[in-house]
């Protein structure tokens, strides 16, 4: 990871510039999550789901190839928060 960023990784740049945190209460309120209470999945983190938003369209892909892109590119992995054997949306 540390080469990653010598070689100035976009998605730090990204990182650092965008306060991704500051769109989370309106995420939330324009999600209406359930409170949970009929079970089910929890959902994904909302800025999380922004952040992969972002990903796609920025390198043009595809919900479905989204999971395996994500496994597989160690500075998307960074970008998200992700540990390498965490769950992905």
């Known amino acids: 990871m540390k080469r990653l960023s ?3 990784d976009p998605l730090e740049v990204l990182a650092r ?4 945190e500051a769109f989370r209460p309106t995420l939330t309120a324009a999600l209406a999550y359930s409170d ?3 079970g089910g ?3 994904y983190d909302p800025v999380v789901m922004l952040k992969i938003l972002v990903l796609a369209a920025q390198n043009n892909v595809a ?6 892109l994500i496994r597989d590119r160690l500075s998307w992995l960074r970008f998200l ?3 390498l054997g965490a769950a992905t949306p």
């Not at 919900?63 to 395996?68: F, G």
């Open 6 to 8: 010598a070689d100035g």
């Open 17 to 20: 510039v965008v306060d991704f």
């Open 36 to 38: 949970g209470a009929k």
């Open 41 to 43: 999945r929890p959902p």
């Open 63 to 68: 919900d479905a190839r989204m999971e395996w």
């Open 81 to 83: 928060g992700f540990d």
